[in-house]
């Protein structure tokens, strides 16, 4: 669709029907801001009473979730994630993103607390980013996703923070294990 709007006469009907700001955007764009319209609004962020009807949908198994209903289950699948990404050489962040408030609360704190408790074990302190309570409410168009300057803010938070903590450089050209390239081949 981005060629054909580039193939002459095309351009000068677009200006023509006055859509000319299609010639600046790709389709990829449109279908972000199609996708993702919380991210571009102008809206106000969409203000939650306490007769909110929250749990609806997926959402209730999301809140529901206890981590200490099967903890061998959760620290089986994190210790195969870790000698996945190990043998690949990947380095892995946990970025705990910021919830809005009308979205904790509907957590159980000890369900929440077991959670990190589960991460802290699998990747340790250093690799933990708990951003949770990061950003007010006013920077959430809705329950879960942020304005764009929440956005920025949560960006700038994160890079700064994994700058921080970066180890030494590695060796240039470091080779991905046998295992890794194993894992890959049989995908």
């Not at 997926?58 to 190990?86: C, E, G, I, M, S």
């Not at 050489?89 to 946990?94: A, D, L, R, T």
Request: charged residues 25%; glycine residues 4%; proline residues 7%.
């Amino acid at each position: 669709m981005d060629r054909a709007l580039r193939i002459p006469p095309m351009p000068q009907l677009v200006r023509a029907v006055g859509l000319s700001h299609m010639l600046d955007q790709s389709v990829l764009g449109y279908m972000a801001w199609y996708v993702s319209p919380y991210k571009y609004t102008f809206d106000p962020p969409i203000e939650y009473g306490p007769d909110a009807e929250i749990l609806k949908g997926w959402w209730t198994d999301v809140y529901a979730w206890n981590p200490t209903a099967a903890p061998q289950l959760a620290r089986a699948h994190l210790q195969k994630f870790n000698r996945l990404v190990a043998a690949c050489g990947i380095e892995v962040w946990v970025v705990n993103l910021p919830e809005r408030e009308v979205s904790r609360a509907q957590f159980k704190d000890s369900n929440y607390h077991a959670y990190l408790h589960l991460v802290r074990e699998a990747f340790g302190e250093d690799r933990l980013l708990d951003l949770r309570e990061l950003l007010r409410n006013d920077e959430f168009y809705d329950r879960e996703h942020t304005l764009p300057a929440g956005s920025r803010r949560l960006t700038d938070v994160v890079i700064g923070a994994v700058k921080a903590r970066l180890p030494a450089a590695r060796e240039p050209g470091a080779v991905r294990s046998r295992a890794c390239a194993q894992l890959d081949s049989a995908q």
